[in-house]
């Protein structure tokens, strides 16, 4: 297959836990062509009243949802055991380690790093 993705359709909703598709057909857009395939499906046929992209803040699913929700969550855990100690060390790590490689690449939606960027596309120009 060139694009494959899974929805998880329950109660009225439907999550699309994952998405793929083959780089060697990109130009084709197989994934945007079976997104709207189930989109349709999902709406006319499973009577879906929400579809949501669940996590992320990807540039494809702007196009095709009209809102973002927010979403937090709270973890705890008992520093008094061995256990909860383990959580929350791999916890605290996780999140240090998700800081630094936020701060080491900058975000494609990011306009400042975009105007330090040279376009895939683009060919150096000749020297003068």
């Known amino acids: 297959p060139v694009a494959a993705q899974i929805w998880i359709v329950a109660n009225g909703r ?3 836990f994952k998405l793929a598709y083959d780089e060697a057909y990109k130009a084709l857009a197989p ?3 079976l997104t709207a395939l ?3 499906h999902a709406i006319d046929v499973d009577r879906v009243g929400e579809i949501d992209y669940l996590i992320g803040d990807d540039a494809y699913k702007a196009a095709w949802m009209s809102q973002r929700r927010e ?3 709270l973890v705890a855990y008992d520093p008094l055991t061995l256990r909860g100690l383990l ?3 791999r916890q605290t ?9 936020a701060q080491a690449a900058p975000r494609r939606d990011n306009p400042a790093a ?3 960027a040279i376009p895939r596309d683009a060919s150096p120009s000749p020297a003068a």
């Open 31 to 33: 994934g945007t062509l």
């Open 38 to 40: 189930l989109m349709e």
């Open 14 to 16: 439907a999550d699309i």
């Open 87 to 89: 959580g929350l060390a």
């Open 71 to 73: 979403r937090c969550g």
């Open 114 to 116: 975009d105007s330090k």
């Open 93 to 101: 790590s996780g999140a240090i380690r998700r800081r630094l490689r």
